[in-house]
């Protein structure tokens, strides 16, 4: 079964501060997508990629950096942490032409 | 403008009754459409999907979805839910091309809440 690992799981920083959110798939698949989840707003797309070192922009970018390294691994940066960008994080992968997305189990990052 | 909406934000059955978690959406193009479910502390997955034909598609677990164009719906049905079936219910749309997951438009979500 498709496989999204993403860590750590719970994060909480200061405003102002550092933060680099990890994601491994080993499903072989070409796309990855970061989104935050938040209530009353439900999923939305932050950054994805097509392959290693492929970076798209999504729908809510701001405040936020992505990389992709390897085929296997996509990762977010917050730079300068804010308190907005409290949230749950998911990481996620498809296939080329496949309409299935697979998540992780998120990340939970708490910004005070 | 292209939107899902998921009318009800939590429903509570009992175990053994039928369910109906209602979707509608607003897409002016071919819609493609999916029904993904969220356990506690774990990430979606995919539940259902539709892109053509039958109009009712089957999914895992006993759910199906009917799609109603005139109606602009896909609703989610369960003839007789199981309290784990206890989970956020996300209804999305593709406003892009089959396969490209970056135009999914998501809803709010349904949270479900069955009671043994």
């Known amino acids: 079964e498709a496989a999204v690992t993403q860590s750590p799981r719970n994060k909480v920083t200061v405003t102002g501060g550092n933060v680099t959110l990890s994601c491994r798939q080993t499903n072989s698949h070409n796309y990855m997508y970061w989104y935050r989840q938040d209530t009353g707003h439900g999923l939305r797309l932050i950054h994805y990629?097509?392959?290693?070192?492929?970076?798209q922009i999504g729908d809510v970018p701001d405040g936020y950096k992505a990389t992709r390294t390897t085929q296997e691994d996509f990762f977010l940066l917050l730079e300068l942490a804010s308190p907005s960008q409290t949230s749950l994080y998911f990481c996620?992968?498809?296939?080329?032409?496949?309409?299935?997305?697979?998540f992780g189990k998120g990340t939970r990052l708490t910004v005070v | 403008a292209q939107s899902v909406t998921q009318p009800d934000a939590r429903v509570t059955v009992s175990e053994g009754a039928s369910l109906q978690l209602r979707c509608k959406y607003s897409y002016s193009g071919t819609p493609y459409l999916f029904w993904y479910v969220q356990y506690p502390r774990q990430g979606l997955q995919l539940l259902l999907k539709y892109y053509s034909g039958d109009p009712v598609v089957q999914g895992v677990n006993g759910f199906e979805a009917e799609f109603i164009k005139s109606n602009s719906s896909f609703h989610l049905r369960k003839a007789s839910v199981h309290w784990s079936d206890s989970a956020v219910y996300f209804c999305a749309v593709s406003a892009g091309n089959v396969g490209d997951n970056s135009k999914l438009i998501w809803g709010l979500g349904t949270s479900l809440v069955v009671n043994p």
């Open positions: 990629s097509y392959g290693a070192g492929n970076l």
């Open positions: 996620a992968s498809s296939g080329t032409g496949d309409t299935e997305v697979f």
